[in-house]
């Protein structure tokens, strides 16, 4: 699935990856997470390799995946839940990440009342209640409509210059791409290699009228030509 495979990612860092379908970018990102296990070559954190899921990597898929029995409220704590973490500890520190994500008032609403955005935001809020030193995040807007995506966009740059983590950004957005990451890794189809590793050059923090600037646009242009390039109809 990956042929002549190398990334390196720095602490604190924003990455985004970004590729044709089927290519392994979720597959990448479970690897890293321990929830896979390579074919070959190894996965290193701090040096150390990754044999299984740990306390320091957390992820937040894209369908949410969130405990419809649980209110918001339990399904933040789950992890600190499954650590061992005792209630009241747990508690206050899932409420202070509801708050961090903008949804307090809703601690005691189940899934089911909330909306798709509300929800993700949940999802984000539990990943970031274990206080992961690694958020892994795979196309976590990806099932939203747009203006929800972009709001959430604007949320998640606003939680990362509060809580700063290293991020691994999966989506199939180049604008997304863009807005968010401090470089962007592109992969070709399969077997996956990397393309082109692109800084970002704009500094923070970021707002909308970026995506229309010369600078972004060029960007664009260049990503979406090597995607397109190696694109083809299913």
Same mark, same amino acid.
């Given at each position: 699935?990956?042929? $002549?495979?190398?990334?390196? =990612?720095?602490?604190?860092?924003?990455?985004?990856?970004?590729?044709?379908?089927?290519?392994? #970018?979720?597959?990448?990102?479970?690897?890293?997470?321990g929830l +896979?296990?390579?074919?070959?070559?190894?996965?290193?954190i701090d040096? #150390?390799? @990754?044999?299984?899921?740990?306390?320091?990597?957390?992820?937040?898929?894209?369908?949410?995946?969130?405990?419809?029995?649980?209110?918001?409220?339990?399904?933040?704590?789950?992890?600190?839940?499954?650590?061992? =973490?005792? &209630?009241?500890?747990?508690?206050?520190?899932?409420?202070?990440?509801?708050?961090?994500?903008?949804?307090?008032?809703?601690?005691?609403?189940?899934?089911?009342?909330?909306?798709?955005?509300?929800?993700?935001? @949940?999802?984000?809020?539990?990943?970031?209640?274990?206080?992961?030193?690694? !958020?892994?995040?795979?196309?976590?807007?990806?099932?939203? +409509?747009?203006?929800?995506? $972009?709001? !959430?966009?604007? /949320? !998640?740059?606003?939680?990362?210059?509060? +809580?700063? &983590?290293? =991020?691994?950004? @999966?989506?199939?957005?180049?604008?997304?791409?863009?807005?968010?990451? +401090?470089?962007?890794? =592109?992969?070709?189809?399969?077997?996956?290699?990397?393309?082109?590793?692109?800084? @970002?050059?704009?500094?923070?923090?970021?707002? /909308?009228?970026? &995506?229309?600037?010369?600078?972004?646009?060029?960007?664009?242009?260049?990503?979406?030509?090597?995607?397109?390039? /190696?694109?083809?109809?299913?």
């Amino acid at each position: 699935m990956f042929e $002549d495979f190398s990334l390196a =990612v720095g602490n604190l860092e924003f990455v985004a990856i970004i590729g044709p379908s089927g290519c392994g #970018k979720s597959t990448l990102l479970r690897i890293i997470n321990g929830l +896979d296990a390579p074919d070959s070559g190894t996965i290193e954190i701090d040096g #150390k390799p @990754v044999t299984g899921p740990g306390a320091g990597r957390a992820m937040v898929f894209q369908g949410f995946d969130l405990f419809p029995w649980r209110t918001t409220l339990e399904n933040v704590a789950f992890g600190l839940e499954m650590q061992g =973490v005792d &209630k009241r500890k747990r508690t206050d520190t899932a409420r202070r990440y509801i708050h961090m994500v903008g949804l307090t008032g809703f601690e005691g609403s189940y899934p089911h009342q909330l909306s798709g955005g509300m929800q993700q935001r @949940v999802g984000i809020a539990r990943a970031l209640a274990v206080q992961p030193s690694i !958020l892994l995040m795979d196309e976590p807007f990806g099932a939203l +409509d747009l203006q929800t995506r $972009d709001l !959430l966009q604007d /949320e !998640l740059l606003r939680i990362w210059q509060t +809580d700063r &983590k290293t =991020v691994l950004f @999966v989506t199939h957005s180049i604008e997304e791409a863009i807005y968010l990451a +401090d470089r962007i890794i =592109v992969l070709s189809p399969r077997p996956a290699r990397i393309e082109r590793d692109i800084g @970002v050059p704009f500094a923070r923090p970021r707002d /909308e009228a970026l &995506k229309t600037s010369p600078a972004f646009l060029e960007i664009r242009r260049e990503i979406w030509g090597l995607l397109k390039q /190696e694109a083809t109809v299913p």
